[in-house]
């Protein structure tokens, strides 16, 4: 599977993860993107029967696309090619009785209507920014974002959980780091992390209440995008950096995080990339909502 797949397959499953409210711009970059860089779709050559179901009586059908073998394997076996999405996209005009698109039918599908698939050829694809309730181990990304201590060689909360998750070999990576300061931000493989390729691990402020505090927790952000830009991570998905046990206020800590991410995105305009804020709490999920409709 392609890099440009892989991202697609990630956005349509953050798209799920994030439910009702969940926005379309993250999927639109991606297929906006494929459309010009030439992201390859897998085609079925032979119409099977459960394709065949899809269709209605009165002969108006969609088109199945798959990103990988393994959306394939999830319907009956059947013979496949390799298509540029632009090329599927300029050609559907043509095709009278098409309806449009449907990706990865037999999982987590997503359905581009004609209308749709015309829009998306001339989209202006921009970063986007979503809050996500929940863990920084859901999301499928390119990178995850640590919240570590400044050892770098595990501790509790969500530091705990992706060591646990990452298996042994990462703790042996992390120790050739020498650590990591306040504030700046180091990358290590995700090892058994199956849904992310990278880990940026970051280190967080202990609240004081002091100017610093901010300057801290802001550079967090920044450094971690920093190594997303340099690892060529297209998506990252962070945690609520210091709001646990090192007592930054919820509020003031959303406002931070989503000007700082903001402002690295405006400094870095044309970019292209998806960046997730997860909250593991309500009341961290609650403050960014605080912060938006405020």
């Not at 179901?53 to 390799?82: A, Q, R």
Request: charged share 25%; aromatic share 10%.
């Amino acid at each position: 599977m392609s890099d440009r797949a892989k991202e697609l397959e990630r956005a349509i499953f953050n798209w799920y993860l994030e439910g009702d409210n969940a926005a379309p711009e993250p999927i639109f970059n991606v297929i906006a993107d494929g459309y010009e860089y030439d992201l390859q779709m897998i085609v079925p050559i032979e119409t099977s029967d459960e394709m065949i179901k899809m269709m209605g009586d009165d002969g108006k059908y969609f088109i199945p696309l798959f990103t990988s073998k393994d959306e394939v394997d999830k319907g009956e076996p059947t013979s496949t090619i390799n298509q540029p999405i632009k090329v599927l996209f300029d050609a559907l005009e043509n095709w009278i009785d098409c309806l449009g698109f449907m990706i990865n039918p037999w999982g987590q599908k997503l359905v581009l209507e004609k209308s749709t698939v015309q829009m998306l050829k001339s989209y202006e694809r921009r970063a986007h920014i979503s809050i996500i309730r929940g863990s920084v181990l859901e999301p499928h990304v390119s990178a995850i974002v640590n919240a570590a201590n400044n050892s770098l060689l595990g501790g509790g909360g969500v530091d705990g959980a992706i060591h646990r998750a990452a298996g042994p070999e990462l703790l042996a990576e992390c120790r050739t780091l020498n650590g990591c300061e306040t504030g700046a931000a180091k990358s290590t493989k995700a090892y058994n992390i199956t849904t992310a390729d990278d880990i940026i691990h970051t280190v967080g402020p202990v609240y004081s209440g002091k100017p610093t505090d901010r300057v801290q927790l802001s550079s967090c952000y920044t450094s971690s995008l920093d190594e997303s830009f340099e690892n060529g991570n297209d998506s990252v998905a962070f945690p609520c950096i210091s709001t646990g046990v090192y007592g930054y206020p919820l509020d003031e800590a959303a406002h931070v995080a989503l000007t700082s991410i903001a402002n690295w995105l405006d400094d870095h305009y044309g970019i292209l990339k998806n960046v997730y804020i997860c909250c593991f709490r309500d009341e961290e999920y609650e403050a960014y909502m605080r912060l938006i409709k405020g």
